[in-house]
């Protein structure tokens, strides 16, 4: 299988510098649907991702009972409880949309996410539960809007797709989802690959096994979601994001090695990457 090989050049060429004149607004507005009961920091990760790349408001989406935990640890982001988002899924204020991280595939969530891919006229990054939600209720695919962003592990990729082989296998059923829908998939993993909507296959390089941790990929979720936002196409935005996702954990492996380095790590230290990727823009 052809595949083109990111790097550093080729990431720093898709990225836009920010306007000196800019404010707040200039940096789009996203909505994240994220967290359930116990999984508060799965929200907590994937806003916090959000945050630190670029977006300029955020509002999270989460069952009422998480709303101090999120107002504690991300105060930068407004909330909005689940049950008001689903009595009212206007999206206009939005530039983006994503869902799944920690979210759960009860019968409400299920009912939100089904509401918020109809009403969505731009492209989502969808993770995680709402993976395993579109799984068990195919359906739902017709609704995804073109121009979409997957990014599953192996496991959830397989759900939607059947049991591969191999990863080789996996990759090439990653592609046909991809292509048959008009979305970018990323494919989590050891190296990760992005496949965008006409089938073209991009391999990461940056990246370490400390990344193996949970919440990982909540944070790359988020930085995808503050792409889009800000007006990135939906193949450059997975591109970039997991391109700096891994750098961000390269450098926290490099701080805490990569045994004791947590999601939350790679967090912190997505200002660093972000710094050595735009310091020449």
């Known amino acids: 299988m052809d595949k083109v090989t990111v790097g550093q050049d080729y990431v720093k060429s898709l990225l836009k510098p920010r306007d000196p004149k800019a404010y707040k607004n200039s940096f789009g507005h996203a909505l994240l649907y994220a967290g359930s009961l116990g999984m508060a920091g799965a929200a907590v990760l994937s806003a916090r991702g959000c945050l630190r790349s670029g977006i300029g408001l955020l509002t999270v ?88 962003v997957f990014t599953p592990h192996p496991g959830e990729l397989q759900r939607l797709t059947g049991a591969a082989a191999d990863r080789d296998d996996l990759i090439l059923k990653a592609k046909e989802l991809a292509t ?20 073209k296959m991009y391999v990461n390089t940056t990246g370490n096994p400390g990344m193996a941790t949970g919440g ?43 045994t004791a380095m947590t999601s939350a790590d790679i967090a912190d230290s997505l200002p660093q990457a972000w710094l050595q990727m735009t310091e020449t823009l």
């Open 180 to 199: 048959e829908n008009g979305i970018t998939v990323v494919v989590k993993g050891a190296p990760t690959v992005t496949i965008a909507p006409d089938g």
């Open 61 to 148: 989406c989460s069952p009422s009972y998480n709303n101090d935990i999120l107002q504690i640890s991300v105060p930068e982001a407004m909330t909005i409880a689940s049950d008001d988002l689903y009595a009212n899924t206007d999206l206009s204020r939005y530039n983006a949309v994503g869902a799944g991280p920690g979210l759960g595939q009860g019968d409400s969530q299920t009912a939100i996410l089904e509401k918020l891919l109809k009403n969505s006229s731009r492209p989502m990054v969808l993770d995680a539960d709402a993976l395993n939600i579109i799984a068990r209720s195919k359906y739902l695919l017709e609704y995804v809007p073109v121009g979409s």
């Open 216 to 258: 990982s990929g909540d944070v790359l979720t988020g930085m995808v979601l503050a792409l889009l936002a800000q007006g990135y196409e939906s193949e450059q935005a997975a591109l970039i994001a997991v391109y700096i996702h891994g750098l961000a954990g390269d450098i926290a492996a490099r701080r805490l090695s990569m």
